[in-house]
């Protein structure tokens, strides 16, 4: 399998996205020739399925490698955590030139660029993200952040990689779920720009949930691509990167209204698209059958297409559109057809309209 080259070019930065089988034994390409030291920051979960490959492959450099693990999971997403990431990089002695790999999910991924972003007022880091979600989606863009006692992603930076590193094998170790989960926001680049390729992974929807070599890569390929360019148009979202949440205020409700976990980010944005895509009919004119097409695809990766059984008035609270939401009305990622997006203000009495249908 040939190696997939995306470019990411933002004010924030350039730099390349390589995708291929086998990309961890080639991280020595990535890392600067005058990096002092390489610390590599992961968890016990990846450590003990790669740790010994990548540590391999980044002590090919010569240069010294240290390594930090921190828990596994979003509850460690904290200050605590990294605060044990600067102990680490400090008794080590990194400098300036020092390059931080971070290998991960999406929680090792904007933990480490944070600090990255904040250690010495920002060294060079390096992404090597091993959930389907963190290769399309976390990874690029440069959003870095850890969660505040009071929310979600509420402290952190935009602060770009130097290069993503992506190899496609190391997703046969995720449980389905994790997969189902990262192929939702595949399909979701689809919904919002680019209608033929949501058309190719219908296609393909067989090799994809079985993550065969060449569908995985040309998908993960192109969600990078399509996440590359709206970035690249707006690195700070003050327009045109807002419609990456399609399907993220229903999914967003959902996840917080059955407790975080209980579906995977993922999954409740897979049903909250359906649950946008029928919003789009009724606001803006999705066809039917393109409605149709959306829940086909999300029934097709195995995310669930039936939103959990609340009150309107349930959902609403959930997404903050209650009397205090200005003039009762809700700015929604909408579709006037597949593959277009626009972000339009909603008000209640449609929302519940489009509720009843659920
Ligand atoms: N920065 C952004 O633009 C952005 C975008 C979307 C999500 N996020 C963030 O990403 C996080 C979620 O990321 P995630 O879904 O990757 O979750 P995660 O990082 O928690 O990973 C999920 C689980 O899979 C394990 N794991 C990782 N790679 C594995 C592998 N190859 N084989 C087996 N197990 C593996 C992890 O240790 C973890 O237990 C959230 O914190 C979210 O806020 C950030
Ligand atoms: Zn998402």
Redesign the pocket.
């Known amino acids: 399998m040939t190696l997939s080259v995306v470019q990411v070019n933002t004010p924030g930065g350039n730099y390349p996205i390589h995708i291929a089988a086998n990309q961890l034994k080639k991280l020595a390409l990535s890392v600067p020739d005058n990096a002092t030291t390489i610390a590599l920051i992961t968890?016990p979960?990846?450590f003990a399925?790669?740790g010994q490959t990548v540590l391999e492959a980044l002590q090919a450099t010569g240069k010294k490698v240290i390594q930090v693990q921190i828990p596994?999971?979003?509850a460690y997403?904290t200050s605590q955590t990294l605060d044990q990431i600067f102990d680490n990089l400090l008794q080590n002695r990194l400098d300036r030139k020092a390059v931080i790999v971070a290998l991960?999910?999406?929680?090792?991924?904007?933990i480490s660029g944070f600090a990255a972003a904040c250690f010495m007022r920002g060294i060079r880091f390096i992404q090597v993200p091993?959930?389907l979600?963190?290769q399309v989606?976390?990874s690029v863009?440069g959003?870095?952040?850890i969660n505040h006692p009071l929310g979600?992603?509420m402290i952190g930076a935009f602060y770009q990689p130097i290069a993503v590193e992506i190899d496609i094998h190391?997703?046969k170790?995720?449980p389905k779920r994790?997969i189902a989960?990262g192929l939702a926001e595949v399909v979701k680049y689809g919904m919002i720009t680019d209608a033929p390729f949501l058309d190719w992974c219908l296609e393909n929807i067989t090799a994809l949930n079985a993550l065969d070599d060449a569908a995985i890569q040309y998908a993960v390929q192109r969600s990078c691509e399509l996440k590359a360019y709206v970035v690249g148009q707006d690195e700070r979202e003050s327009g045109l990167r807002a419609i990456l949440n399609f399907g993220h205020t229903f999914g967003h409700a959902i996840e917080a209204g059955l407790g975080y976990g209980k579906w995977?980010?993922?999954e409740a944005v897979g049903c909250g698209m359906i649950m946008a895509a029928e919003l789009s009919a009724q606001v803006c004119g999705l066809s039917a059958q393109s409605v149709q097409k959306v829940r086909d695809v999300v029934a097709a990766i195995g995310c669930p297409t039936t939103p959990p059984d609340w009150e309107a008035s349930k959902w609403l609270d959930l997404m903050g559109l209650d009397k205090k939401t200005e003039g009762g009305q809700l700015r929604f990622v909408l579709l006037p057809e597949l593959g277009e997006s626009v972000v339009q203000a909603v008000d209640a009495d449609t929302v519940k309209k489009v509720l009843a249908k659920f």
């Open positions: 968890n979960t990846v399925l790669y596994d999971g979003e997403k991960g999910g999406g929680v090792v991924g904007d091993t959930t979600l963190s989606d976390s863009g959003k870095t952040a979600k992603n190391v997703l170790s995720l994790e989960a995977l980010h993922g």
